[in-house]
């Protein structure tokens, strides 16, 4: 798509201008720049609902609710933030106010405690599952909170800062979300170490060998 700039004869290419432009054009009703923003974000966005919510309809459901919220509240954005950190903003407080709805988020400490009552994953499991999928599982295994921080952090990129303004927390809470998250993560994905065989039993040696 093109628009011309009313200050010059150039055409100007929607697809060039960055996230944050092309929100402040959609904030003044510019309905096609707004179009070409979706379709950079919905990926994105589904992306990250899909990590932060358990069914995939129901994900692709936030996901939209997410834009549509974002289109309705853009003439008030004050662009104290990106526009990908007020969406990521926006799609937090979605899931977090889906799982308040079906009253089943429990607290971060609480769910930690969960965590390490579980033990290790089943040998089957370990077995059977490749590093991604063991990925995709454990993350699901984290507080929604600090899923959401690794996630911020390590997929998408944001800083501490843009994380804190996503979750609403200080800087400070945002590091102790991470340290714990990459702790379990690190810990429950032990078996995918480079080095680690995880389609033999435990390597034997002899007396005084080495292994």
Not at 53 to 79: N, R, Y
Not at 124 to 144: C, F, K, Q, W
Request: charged letters at 25%.
């Amino acid at each position: 798509m093109n628009v011309r700039d009313s200050g010059h004869n150039d055409i100007l290419n929607l697809e060039d201008l960055t996230d944050d432009e092309l929100a402040g054009a959609a904030a003044v009703g510019d309905a096609e720049a707004f179009e070409v923003l979706v379709r950079r974000m919905s990926p994105i966005l589904l992306r990250y609902m899909r990590r932060m919510v358990d069914e995939p309809s129901t994900a692709e459901d936030l996901a939209q609710e997410t834009l549509l919220d974002a289109w309705k509240g853009l003439p008030d954005f004050a662009f104290r933030s990106s526009f990908r950190t007020w969406m990521f903003a926006v799609a937090h407080r979605k899931s977090v106010d889906y799982y308040r709805r079906r009253r089943d988020l429990p607290t971060d400490g609480e769910r930690f405690t969960e965590l390490v009552a579980q033990g290790p994953l089943p040998a089957a499991t370990a077995e059977h599952s490749a590093l991604m999928d063991a990925l995709r599982v454990e993350l699901g295994n984290l507080p929604h909170t600090s899923r959401a921080a690794w996630w911020l952090k390590e997929v998408e990129g944001l800083t501490l800062v843009e994380i804190s303004q996503v979750l609403r927390i200080s800087t400070g809470s945002v590091r102790g979300h991470l340290q714990r998250a990459r702790k379990f993560l690190v810990t429950r994905l032990a078996p995918w170490q480079p080095g680690t065989r995880h389609d033999e039993g435990p390597a034997t040696t002899g007396k005084g060998g080495r292994s």
